[in-house]
């Protein structure tokens, strides 16, 4: 085999190998960002599901508040 064929099937390898070397990489790198968003979602629906319940907490703060406005109105 002349040497420029073999430098050509080198160069060749070299890059098929860099190639998939940097798909490999890549693919990693976007499975853990995924992974890392996953996260921040299941927090960010962890706040849905409290906001409700401290919505009714506050009403219930407000209701007892304003009872206890009448009730010193009614004070002499």
Known sequence: MSPEVT???LSLAGTLLGTLGGIVAAGKL???RIEQ????VDKHNGFGEK???IQEQIKGI???LNDLEHNKEELP
């Open 51 to 53: 906001i409700p319940v």
């Open 30 to 32: 976007t499975a853990y």
């Open 62 to 64: 407000n209701h007892r």
């Open 7 to 9: 430098v050509a099937l």
């Open 37 to 40: 968003l996953e996260k921040k």
